[in-house]
């Protein structure tokens, strides 16, 4: 590839996303934040519920079968014609205490439902407008239940409220075929309007956990109309969280703010997990459907394993955030069947391995190559994902352990051997519960990780793999392509970047080989290679197709001292979809 190469840019961790979100200025101190956030951070893990009129239609019209909540505005059908399916709306088989008790035995300590999705349908019987229940034949109001169970069952009871309306007339983004609404629309109108509903939903249902705002992007919501409307919140219930979505500053999928206008309490990534977290002080949380779809699709069959979903969870515990898993119910109130399996399953896996969920902290180590690791002061909770078969598990840790032991069994300590590499526990052959085995370390002190670094072959060969790398930012990937080697994907965002740490035992001039795929309409993003103090710049070149692996020559580089050095790579532009997905470089030296 010599001077026209391609990868991924920038800069020092999240330096935009650093800090905590923040609500108006001067509103709490420190210690007010942290009493009133501590619940959601003991939790780490709620029940989503996205569920409404569009549950009638299932996903399906016209023949199309992939619709779900966004039905009225991606089939764009009369609203007039929408609002017959209210009176189809008639949930009789719902039951909010089955519904907490689901929620509650996978481990869930919270719940977040759908009070009003886009539709402006609302889920309660509201006294602000007839487009509620009320307009069912279902006469009863399933959210009071759903607060009443959630209470006597200790679960937070929460409201997902969205901003965007497509059916308000006062909504001032109008969608053309809204054929209900006629003069012309007022956006203080539409918000005096939406802080009516949300007084009863707070005063009428509350104390409420959250109230996770949603459909902020659009033209006629303005940071100044989020800080006012936290403001309003936080003035019905003072100890209430809200989300970032009240306000302007989230950044797409990422869920994180940027810039100055920053509102809310905490970020909200969406069917992501964030490769390496958000550092210390920043709250978040992943919400994450179970297939494809948020409302119900009776065709979407595509459900993630129950594996996944609970690495999921681990995954974000290991990075210090919450982990939102969505149900979407059916119209007669029955969560599907698919995913009662899967919430009973988690929960089977929760029952023996909550203590290394609930209350941790995100893990000490960068990466480990067998799973994840949270925390508590003076443990360490090992989540394996790949079990070793040959009874050693290698722990990259220099503090002393002054106990081992396998969750699971708690009174079988696990004996372990010291090096310079870390710790080897003796572990058994095979795994202590699905998903993730749990292995418990008791030390004293804060935790000591060793830095894991790559060292050359024994003819000076630098191999540095997709799984070794760190990946720092908020959109990268370790994702599998092609023959199924890992590789280094989404790299969507330029401020990302990469780099692994290794350790130089032979000097001299090395070719620099990248595996690399590219799509064509993704060529041209520049780059940087650093490897200490040298550097080797150029441009990605094509390959047929993000699948298309294919091996090149960036360029030499030097390499003139001995000992540890860091290896970066860095995109300058990124003209494209992407910037590269990035199977391995590879330093040959130069005879």
Known sequence: MKHRTWLPYLTGLMLTHGLSLAPTAGAETAAERDQRMGWFREARFGLFIHWGVYAVPAGEWKGNKNYGEWFLEETKMPVSEYEKYAAQFNPVKFDAREWVRM???AGMKYLVITSKHHDGFGLWRSASTDWCIKSTPFQRDPMKELAVACREAGLKFCFYHSIMDWHHADYTQRRPWNDRVSGTPDMDRYVA???????????????????????EWEAPWTHQRGLDLYDYVRGLQPDIIVNNRVGKGRAGMDGMDRGAERVGDYGTPEQEIPPTGFGPGVDWESCMT???????NQHDQNWKSTTTLVRNLIDCASKGGNYLLNVGPTSEGLFPAASVQRLA???????VNHPAIYGTTASPFKKLAWGRCTQKPGKLYLHVFDWPTDGQLSVPLASPVRRAYLLAAPDRSLSLDGGPAGIVLQVPRATPTPHAGVVVLEIDGPPQPIEARVSQAGDGTLILKAADADLIGHTLRLETKGDGAPNIGHWTNPQDHVQWLVTVNRTGTFDVEANYACDPASEGSEYVMSFGDEHLSGTVPATRGWDDFASDVAGQINLRNRGPLTVTVKATSKPGQGVVNLRSLVLRPVF
């Open 103 to 105: 929620a509650k035995e």
């Open 193 to 215: 309007f939406m802080k009516g509903q949300l007084k009863e939903l707070v005063t009428g249902y509350g104390p409420l956990g959250i109230l996770w705002f949603d459909g």
């Open 290 to 296: 179970m297939n494809n779809h948020w409302g119900y």
């Open 345 to 351: 399953e988690i929960g089977q896996w929760m029952k």
